[in-house]
């Protein structure tokens, strides 16, 4: 899975978002403006990025030094676990916990603490596994 969060991965990413209910529903009302970065634990920036605007992605793909409001950070081990396995709200105290994945930027705590917004992030976690499913398949 090494083409994780590239450009391409980002903006299939980005489409299956936008045409995921459950993101989606969660979000209506949020007026949520966001810029997400996603990358890796030891780089200096992030790899890819997610430009969310109103709860939907107007743009997804590498990125290229956009203000970043929140910034995932993993090694690449757990997201790969993530992204094929999933991460459910038992998981995510000890990934937190544990700094398995981290903020480098952002309120992660007031995120979580919003039942829409952690909703939508971890049915996030389920998005990314249909993306690397299609890439898996060669679509």
Do not use: C
């Amino acid at each position: 899975m090494s083409n994780l969060f590239s450009e391409n991965w980002m903006q299939q990413f980005a489409n299956f978002w936008n045409n995921d209910k459950e993101i989606t529903d969660a979000l209506s009302g949020q007026d949520l403006n966001v810029n997400i970065g996603y990358g890796f634990t030891k780089a200096q920036h992030p790899t890819g990025i997610l430009v969310v605007e109103h709860g939907k992605v107007k743009h997804g793909g590498s990125y290229k030094g956009q203000n970043i409001d929140w910034d995932l950070r993993a090694n690449i081990d757990d997201w790969e676990n993530w992204v094929t396995q999933g991460l459910g709200l038992a998981q995510l105290g000890f990934v937190i916990t544990h700094k398995k994945l981290y903020f480098q930027s952002g309120n992660f705590r007031k995120m979580l603490r919003t039942p829409r917004l952690a909703t939508a992030f971890l049915r996030s976690f389920n998005v990314m596994n249909q993306v690397a499913t299609r890439i898996a398949n060669g679509k």
